[in-house]
C-alpha cells in the first residue's frame, strides 16, 4: 500500500470537513456557527479542487465565504439571539434527532457499500476541466449545453433581488 | 490505496446528516438555515463526484453543481430577508414563538 500526497490531502480534507461540520451544529454560539460553516464550505471547494473542478472550486469560495457567509454574518448582527442558542432544547428532543439523523446514515452507509459503483475506465481525477470547454458549454445553444438554464437563472436572481428588497425593507 | 467514489460518498454523508440532526434540534432559525446549508453542500459533492468517477467525459453534474450554487444564494438571500422581517415584528428568532398564525 503506497501512501500518495493525494490521498494524504484527501485525508487531511476528510477530517476537516467532519469535524467541523459536526462542530457546526453542536456548538453554543451561533457566531462560531456560522464560522465553522465557512470551514465546511472551504473543506467542500477543496474536494472540487481534488477532483479536477477548479472553477467550481472557485465559484464555491467566491459565492459562499464571499456571499453568503457575510449575509449570516450581517443577520446575526443584525438581530439578537441568545448568548447560548441550545437552551431550551430539551433532552427528549435532541434523542429523536440524534436517532433520525444516525437512522438516515446507516442506510445510506449500507447503500452506498452494497452498491456495486462502477467507476469510467478513462476517469483521471488530476486532470482538470479547461476553461473554454466550461464557457462554451456554459453559453452554447446546442445538445449537453446550457444556455437556457443560464438566463432563467439570472432571472431567477433578479427575482431574488426584488424579493429580498420587498420583504426586508422597513414600513 | 486508491481513492474511490465511496470515500468521497462518506464525507457527504456525514455532512448530510450533522445538518440533518441540526435541522430537527436547534430552536434558532438562523442556526436551522445554517444546516440546511450543510444539507446543500453534501448534495452538491455527491453531484460533482459522481459526474467525475461515472461520467467522465460529460460535464452534466459539473453545472447541476454549478447552479445549484447560484440558486443556494438566491434562496439565502430571501430566507434571511424573511428573518429579518420576522425579527423585526416579534422580537426573536425562537421557533417557538413564531405560533401567530396557529392561534
Not at chain 1, 501512501?3 to 469535524?19: D, Y
Not at chain 2, 457527504?12 to 438555515?33: D, E, P
Not at chain 2, 450543510?38 to 460529460?58: C, G, H, R, S, T
Amino acid at each position: 500500500m503506497d501512501i500518495t500526497f493525494q490521498n494524504v490531502v484527501f485525508l487531511i480534507v476528510a477530517i476537516f470537513i467532519t469535524v467541523f461540520s459536526v462542530l457546526t451544529v453542536t456548538t453554543n454560539k451561533i457566531m462560531r456557527s456560522a464560522t465553522y460553516l465557512l470551514f465546511v464550505l472551504f473543506g467542500t471547494a477543496a474536494i472540487y479542487f481534488l477532483l479536477g473542478y477548479t472553477f467550481l472550486g472557485a465559484v464555491q469560495i467566491m459565492v459562499y465565504a464571499g456571499g453568503i457567509i457575510i449575509l449570516y454574518v450581517f443577520s446575526i448582527l443584525l438581530t439578537n439571539s441568545d448568548e447560548n442558542i441550545n437552551t431550551g432544547i430539551k433532552r427528549g428532543k435532541i434523542l429523536p434527532g440524534l436517532i433520525s439523523a444516525l437512522a438516515g446514515a446507516g442506510i445510506i452507509f449500507f447503500i452506498i457499500f452494497t452498491h456495486n459503483f462502477m467507476p469510467s475506465a478513462s476517469a483521471n481525477i488530476l486532470q482538470e476541466v479547461d476553461m473554454k470547454t466550461i464557457g462554451f458549454t456554459l453559453v452554447g445553444g446546442g445538445k449537453h449545453q446550457y444556455i437556457l438554464p443560464f438566463e432563467v437563472l439570472g432571472v431567477l436572481l433578479l427575482a431574488c433581488i426584488i424579493g429580498g428588497v420587498l420583504i426586508a425593507r422597513k414600513r | 490505496m486508491e481513492i474511490q467514489v465511496e470515500h468521497y460518498l462518506i464525507i457527504s454523508t456525514i455532512m448530510l446528516c450533522a445538518g440533518i440532526y441540526g435541522f430537527l434540534v436547534r430552536k434558532n432559525t438562523l442556526a436551522m438555515l445554517i444546516s440546511v446549508e450543510l444539507i446543500l453542500n453534501a448534495a452538491d459533492i455527491n453531484f460533482a463526484v459522481f459526474n467525475k468517477f461515472l461520467f467522465p467525459n460529460q460535464l452534466e453534474g459539473h453545472f447541476f453543481t454549478l447552479f445549484a450554487i447560484g440558486i443556494v444564494a438566491a434562496e439565502t438571500a430571501v430566507a434571511i430577508a424573511i428573518i429579518i422581517n420576522i425579527y423585526r415584528n416579534i422580537q426573536t428568532l425562537n421557533v417557538d414563538k413564531m405560533d401567530k398564525l396557529k392561534h
